[in-house]
C-alpha cells in the first residue's frame, strides 16, 4: 500500500500563495497518478487538480486553471500543489490522492492539511 501525508496548509490573505506538500511513502512504485482534491464546509468533495505521476500532463478544474500549478518530484517522491492569487472560495482541507497499479480510482488517501484564505 502507499501511505500519504499532506503539509504546508495554513492561511493566508486573499490574492497570497502557498504551496502543499503530498509525501509518498511505501510501495511507491506503484503509483501511477497524484490528484489533489477539496472539501469545503458543507459542501461535496471535488477534483482540484491531477497529474501523470513523473509526468508533465497535468488537469485542473475550472475554478483554479491559470492560479494552481501541479508537480511531482520522483525522486522524493513527493507531490506539490502551488497556489498563487488564493481567493476565499480556496478554502478547504484539501487531500492528497493516488491511483496505484491498474486501479481506475484513486486508492491511497491523506488525511487532508487545511487551508484558510481570508479576505
Known amino acids: 500500500q502507499v501511505q500519504l501525508v499532506e503539509s504546508g496548509g495554513g492561511s493566508v490573505q486573499a490574492g497570497g500563495s502557498l504551496r502543499i506538500s503530498c509525501a509518498a511513502s511505501?510501495?511507491?512504485?506503484?503509483?501511477?497518478?497524484m490528484a489533489w482534491f477539496r472539501q469545503a464546509p458543507g459542501k461535496e468533495r471535488e477534483f482540484v487538480s491531477g497529474?501523470?505521476?513523473?509526468?508533465?500532463?497535468?488537469y485542473y478544474a475550472d475554478s483554479v486553471k491559470g492560479r494552481f500549478a501541479i508537480s511531482t518530484d520522483n525522486v522524493k517522491n513527493t507531490g506539490y500543489l502551488q497556489m498563487n492569487s488564493l481567493k476565499p472560495e480556496d478554502t478547504a482541507v484539501y487531500y492528497c490522492?493516488?491511483?496505484?497499479?491498474?486501479?481506475?480510482?484513486?486508492?491511497?488517501w491523506g488525511r487532508g492539511t487545511q487551508v484558510t484564505v481570508s479576505s
Open positions: 497529474i501523470v505521476w513523473g509526468g508533465t500532463e497535468a
Open positions: 490522492a493516488a491511483q496505484t497499479g491498474a486501479a481506475t480510482d484513486f486508492t491511497s
Open positions: 511505501g510501495r511507491t512504485s506503484s503509483i501511477m497518478s
